[in-house]
């Protein structure tokens, strides 16, 4: 739907811009209030793209009951782009005939004991080509607090021509770094006037700004409000977008905290593009970075290996660690290794070799920290592996994972 940019993670934001917009107060209050554990959910986009409608988003809420994601921790439903209608004479936006009345719907997502997100754009038009907040950003967060939503996916989208950020008729091509510094500052005020008008609502509304990297955001992402914030571009239902995305995230681990989060984008897992062993990886490494887990696939169809991965409940113990430390890989191998409370270790050991070699690899205990016997579990297979000694060696399948909780 989007602009396909090459990543533009690369601008990096110059100090006189961060000491231009200082943290405000009031950005950290909020910010550190909500989202105290990464966020668990739903989200529409991944499966339904713009054909969601209000029927598909109460059966999510059912289905997230019934199969006992809302018992692991799963607790927002989160409509994505493609709910906006027009604006009336008052400029008050309104759903479209999909979304027939969004209280309402609110109303019986909440009576699930779950919570209800929303999409928008700080530009006239989203990425799909619907509504955006453009003009109308107060409105448009009063009206969210009417409706009683809870979280808040603010998607950069038509901005960046606003910004002037890309030459459009030139994508590829550079642009000056006085342009860069100033597109940037803008994206940030954008983003700050959001969260401004979220906090002017006294509703307490998870915010979660998506603009794909750009300017460095894990520098600035808290400063403005955000609880999380997208790392990167689009995932797409495969191994090489899931895995590209999942291990650049190496670095990154000193942004994350209580209340705000690096966002590696939405799980596949489910939507039959990957390997039951390739869904583990996504979710394990999503869980050793403290990522937030929201769901990409139609939950009223899942099959048993699906809802194994989704609802393993050990490995969403690591995500959610009371710590909110997210881990970080011991290099050069794809070992990553998470900090959690009590002293002890999550290691996730990947095999991301595709071509069916299975190849053994020998986690050495004190280069995680360990000296003297260990504790072990391995918690896809939901074993204790007994007292380890020195090494442990682990045998992951092509595009899978081993994953162990270890402590002393
Ligand atoms: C962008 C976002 C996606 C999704 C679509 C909707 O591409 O990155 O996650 O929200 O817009 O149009």
Request: include cysteine.
């Amino acid at each position: 739907m989007r602009f396909r940019r090459p990543l533009f993670q690369g601008i990096c934001v110059p100090l006189a811009i961060l000491l231009f917009f200082p943290l405000s107060s009031t950005a950290k209050a909020q910010s550190t209030r909500l989202a105290v554990t990464p966020p668990m959910g739903w989200n529409s986009w991944n499966h339904f793209g713009t054909k969601v409608d209000a029927a598909d988003v109460r059966a999510a809420a059912d289905a997230m009951v019934s199969n006992g994601m809302r018992a692991a921790g799963y607790r927002y439903i989160n409509i994505d782009d493609s709910w906006e209608g027009k604006r009336d004479p008052q400029g008050n936006i309104h759903p479209n005939s999909k979304f027939p009345d969004m209280k309402a719907l609110a109303d019986y997502v909440h009576s699930k004991g779950l919570k209800l997100g929303i999409y928008s754009s700080p530009g006239p038009k989203t990425c799909g080509g619907y509504e955006g907040s453009y003009g109308h950003v107060q409105q448009d967060a009063n009206t969210y607090a009417k409706w009683g939503i809870d979280y808040l996916k603010y998607d950069l989208c038509s901005y960046e021509s606003i910004m002037k950020l890309w030459d459009l008729k030139h994508p590829s091509r550079p642009i000056p770094p006085m342009q860069q510094m100033k597109a940037v500052a803008m994206m940030r005020h954008a983003y700050e006037k959001m969260h401004q008008a979220l906090v002017n609502t006294h509703r307490p509304i998870v915010y979660s700004l998506c603009q794909y990297g750009i300017g460095s955001v894990w520098k600035w992402g808290p400063n403005v409000g955000g609880n999380l914030w997208r790392t990167t571009d689009d995932i797409s239902d495969n191994y090489r977008s899931m895995s590209l995305i999942g291990f650049s995230q190496a670095g990154l681990q000193k942004y994350a905290g209580p209340g705000h989060w690096n966002d590696p984008d939405m799980l596949e897992i489910g939507n039959g593009g990957m390997t039951p062993d390739e869904y583990r990886t996504q979710m394990s490494l999503w869980s050793i970075l403290a990522a937030p887990l929201i769901a990409g696939n139609d939950l009223t169809k899942m099959d048993a290996t699906t809802k194994s991965i989704l609802l393993n409940k050990e490995v969403i113990d690591v995500d959610q660690d009371p710590l909110g430390i997210q881990g970080h890989r011991l290099a050069p191998l794809q070992i990553w290794i998470k900090p959690l409370a009590g002293g002890a270790r999550a290691v996730a050991i990947f095999n991301t070799v595709l071509d069916d070699q299975a190849i053994p690899i020998t986690l050495q205990l004190k280069s995680v920290g360990f000296t003297g016997p260990v504790h072990a579990r391995d918690l896809w297979a939901h074993k204790d592996l007994g007292i380890l000694h020195g090494s442990y060696t682990v045998v992951p399948p092509p595009g899978g994972v081993v994953m162990l909780r270890l402590w002393q």
